[in-house]
């Protein structure tokens, strides 16, 4: 932030490409004459120069401003603490690192066999195969067929969940099935978060992952 505001306030001296300005490293002690500084630099006739006093120290040697860190008007920036923060914003930090992989048995489909007539229950087993906490979430593309339980929650790292995958009854060969699948999503979880499902982890601009499986229906 101090470098920033540096480079915004020399930027004020005006663009003239044989002007070289150094920054001294000395212990900042803040004074209040910095404006006036700026703006002298551009009207270098400007009657408060004579009469500015306390102006920082500066030295010109051939275009060249040397500036004492000293001299400048620093604002004092904190680094917000993470509890001091809205919880969404705390959600973004925490998240701005890839979620690692997640492994699920079966890797590739869910297969249902026939006959349709009752509900069938698949059983898929998902693994946090990362080394951080991840909050995980199903979904489907046919709610009223497909359904998931649990349907989202959290998991540690090398811990893994049981997931029950249901089929309802339904009419095989007169209803399209073509893209039936379910899909998890996942991410990692803010660092001190308890270990309690949140959907708000996966609204803000935190990284997501997906990975979809089929579903395959066999007559």
Same mark, same amino acid.
């Given at each position: 932030?101090? +470098?920033?505001?540096?480079? =915004? ?13 150094? $920054? ?16 002298? =630099? *551009?009207?270098?006739?400007?009657? !408060?120069?004579?009469?500015?006093? /306390?102006?920082?120290?500066? =030295? ?5 401003? +040397? ?22 914003? $705390? ?5 701005? $690192?890839?979620?690692? !992989? ?5 890797? /590739? ?7 349709? #007539? ?7 087993? $998902? ?12 979904? /489907? ?13 959290? +998991? ?26 379910? /899909? ?10 308890? *270990? ?6 996966? =609204?803000? #601009? ?6 979809? +499986? ?6």
């Amino acid at each position: 932030k101090t +470098l920033k505001y540096i480079a =915004q306030m020399i930027e004020q001296l005006g663009n003239s490409p044989s002007s070289i300005v150094k $920054v001294e490293k000395k212990p900042i002690h803040l004074f209040f004459w910095v404006s006036n500084f700026f703006r002298n =630099q *551009k009207n270098p006739d400007s009657p !408060d120069r004579a009469a500015d006093k /306390t102006a920082p120290n500066y =030295q010109k040697r051939n275009a060249e401003y +040397l500036i004492s860190l000293s001299s400048l008007l620093i604002p004092a920036y904190k680094t917000p603490s993470p509890r001091s923060l809205p919880h969404n914003q $705390v959600v973004d930090m925490a998240q701005s $690192v890839p979620p690692g !992989d997640i492994a699920t048995q079966p890797g /590739t489909k869910i297969v249902f066999n026939a006959p349709y #007539d009752d509900k069938h229950t698949y059983h898929i087993k $998902v693994t946090n195969s990362s080394a951080r906490r991840i909050g995980w979430a199903f979904k /489907t593309t046919n709610m009223k067929r497909l359904g998931v339980d649990p349907a989202a929650g959290v +998991l540690d790292p090398k811990e893994n969940a049981l997931i029950a995958v249901s089929c309802d009854a339904f009419a095989y060969g007169q209803e399209d099935t073509n893209n039936d699948r379910i /899909t998890i999503e996942w991410t990692n979880t803010p660092d001190g978060a308890a *270990k309690q499902f949140r959907r708000e982890w996966f =609204q803000g #601009d935190g990284m997501v992952r997906r990975k979809n +499986l089929p579903i395959e229906y066999n007559p």
